[in-house]
């Protein structure tokens, strides 16, 4: 039996990875030209099934920009979702949402709809702030994608991100959810042994 990795301080040492993947994606590009880009990758690819009922995100200052390829999931006939962001310690509520609908203010910046029924999406789309070949993602550190993903293990997940937010290895614990593929402007990563 191979022992598990363990980092000694796993807090400290995802603090740290936070603050040098948000340097590393400050530089990362144009949001929106590689939004496009990812767009072309997931949809040439295939990795959403048919009519699946897919969770986007509203782009952050800095984030990918998946707009272009909610607007394009739209068009294939899929269904869309927006996270609303539910009181710490809680996995994210997704309501039902179309492009041009109202969006309405959340916390630490985030967008949701004003309206529309919650719903329980096929496809959930990740965001993250770094990555590695083995699945592990670091996100802002609030837990919210952890939760919601170990709460809806059927729904496929495909982390979201620039190219350059891949590191060797991003620390995690037992309870971070590790993600099959991720989709970047570059190209789609499927990720391997979980190591």
């Given at each position: 039996m191979v022992a598990p990795h363990v980092i000694p301080d796993l807090d400290a040492a995802k603090r740290e990875a936070r603050r040098m993947a948000l340097a590393r994606r400050a530089g990362a590009g144009d949001p929106a030209e590689a939004g496009r880009a990812l767009a072309r990758h997931l949809l040439d690819a295939d990795a959403i099934p048919p009519g699946a009922l897919v969770a986007g995100i509203w782009p952050l200052p800095g984030e990918i920009d998946l707009r272009p390829l909610m607007e394009a999931l739209v068009a294939?006939?899929?269904?869309?979702?927006?996270?609303?962001?539910?009181?710490?310690?809680?996995?994210l509520i997704f309501r039902r949402w179309l492009p041009g609908e109202a969006l309405a203010q959340g916390p630490m910046g985030t967008r949701h709809p004003e309206g529309g029924e919650p719903v329980q999406p096929d496809v959930i789309l990740v965001p993250l702030l770094a990555f590695d070949r083995a699945g592990r993602r670091l996100g802002y550190g609030g837990g919210y994608y952890d939760r919601t993903l170990a709460g809806l293990p059927d729904a496929q997940a495909i982390g979201i991100a620039?190219?350059?937010?891949?590191?060797?290895?991003?620390?995690?614990?037992?309870?971070?959810?590790?993600?099959?593929?991720v989709a970047t402007e570059a190209g789609l990563i499927a990720c391997g042994a979980m190591a």
């Open positions: 294939h006939g899929h269904g869309l979702a927006l996270p609303m962001t539910p009181p710490r310690g809680n996995p620039f190219a350059s937010q891949e590191v060797r290895e991003v620390p995690a614990g037992p309870h971070d959810a590790r993600l099959p593929l």
